[in-house]
């Protein structure tokens, strides 16, 4: 016989009045009832639009003692909000929202989808599920339940059915140790590690980053107060015409002249930016080598015009093979696409790690050395930043990987 869910709307409409100013969403998108009985604990999700409560920093959390029977009661939680309950038979169950970390690629990529995780004693049993999608026009059904030790699925129009196979029980599953972490615990979700440090940049870099995580978005060209100088910054320009025909597969372009690959001389760089035209989230350069300290004249010879990142691709392509560039002549070509390695051996992605596509190339200076900072918004690179210092003739040396924790779902 299914599990029933008319208490848990009950609960709903005794949920507290009073308010705090959120930290997180403003508007709860979950309700967790959660209810203690003669036979057990049990819990339900449902969806709902109350006023957020509380902050992200901590759990909200519901203790129930002894003897505190058939009382159901409530968490309304928004994106980014974790809450938990915990009976008196030493039962816990978890249940974490989180929206998609932007920047987000596709359509209504201005609304961002909700996933949630539940955790039962310490065990993983939903995660990264969907509370809500993007382009949503209207709620759809949507409830979980927990009795004894199944959960399940109450969403769909046929009744509840279980979450997991009937062998699968709680006893069997692993205790989530990032979750629930042992005496020494690693850092925790939306900390930074620094994985890769060859100068007192990334030091800096870190500063940025943990004021904010998008320091470094390309679409911001917002000039720095600090010590790092953005080369592309400042007011927009009118589109700039790239040479030789070239032009950028989507977004307009702008020309700035500085030294580019710290060889003392003064170079011509265009660059573009798109955040989300085609499916598209990137900002690509193109590179004129210059001949003179004191203003930009073009350089001769082979290696003068070069594509960032797309040439720092480990194959290191020709400007006819880069996937981020378009000319008239190639109207029938199928570019490959490109991709920075990951600057560190083991970490997943390796030679597909920042792929130009999905990339943001940001120049700026510290120091009186050029920089570059490559931030993704796809996979596998989406939590992590690299530094990297561009040298003569389209080579570069990686000097800060820096990595983001990512909340655990």
């Not at 029977?69 to 915990?86: F, K, N």
Request: proline content about 9%; overall charge negative.
């Amino acid at each position: 016989m299914h599990p029933t869910a008319l208490w848990p709307l009950l609960a709903l409409a005794a949920a507290p009045a009073a308010a705090q100013a959120p930290a997180c969403g403003r508007t709860a998108e979950v309700a967790l009832i959660c209810l203690q009985a003669d036979d057990g604990a049990k819990a339900t999700l449902v969806r709902t639009e109350l006023p957020a409560r509380g902050g992200c920093a901590q759990a909200q959390v519901e203790r129930f003692a002894a003897g505190d029977l058939d009382r159901p009661r409530s968490l309304a939680l928004a994106a980014g909000q974790t809450g938990e309950c915990r009976f008196a038979s030493g039962r816990t169950l978890r249940v974490r929202l989180q929206q998609e970390s932007g920047p987000l690629l596709g359509s209504c990529n201005a609304d961002a989808a909700t996933r949630f995780s539940m955790w039962v004693d310490g065990r993983k049993l939903i995660g990264g599920h969907s509370v809500r999608e993007r382009c949503e026009t209207a709620s759809a059904p949507w409830s979980y339940r927990l009795e004894g030790e199944i959960v399940y699925d109450c969403s769909k129009p046929d009744g509840c059915a279980g979450w997991s196979g009937p062998d699968q029980t709680l006893s069997s599953l692993p205790v989530d140790t990032i979750e629930y972490p042992p005496d020494a615990p690693g850092p925790g979700p939306g900390s930074l590690e620094r994985l890769l440090d060859r100068g007192p940049v990334c030091a800096e870099v870190e500063r940025e980053l943990a004021a904010s995580w998008s320091a470094f978005d390309a679409f911001g060209r917002r000039p720095s107060p600090g010590p790092i100088q953005r080369l592309n910054a400042g007011d927009r320009q009118a589109d700039a015409v790239l040479p030789d025909g070239l032009d950028f597969a989507y977004g307009g372009a702008r020309v700035d002249e500085f030294d580019f690959d710290n060889d003392g001389r003064i170079d011509r760089v265009y660059s573009s930016a798109s955040d989300g035209q085609g499916g598209w989230y990137y900002a690509p350069m193109l590179v004129l080598s210059g001949a003179s300290a004191e203003s930009f004249i073009a350089a001769d010879g082979t290696n003068a015009i070069h594509a960032v990142p797309c040439q720092w691709d480990a194959a290191r392509p020709a400007l006819s093979q880069c996937d981020d560039l378009r000319h008239p002549e190639w109207s029938d070509r199928r570019p490959p696409t490109q991709s920075v390695p990951a600057p560190l051996p083991g970490i997943a992605g390796g030679d597909e790690f920042f792929r130009t596509r999905y990339t943001t190339a940001l120049p700026f200076r510290y120091d009186g050395t050029t920089y570059v900072a490559l931030a993704s918004a796809g996979t596998p690179s989406r939590d992590y930043v690299g530094i990297y210092r561009p040298r003569p003739g389209g080579a570069r040396e990686a000097v800060c990987l820096i990595r983001r924790v990512p909340a655990n779902m």
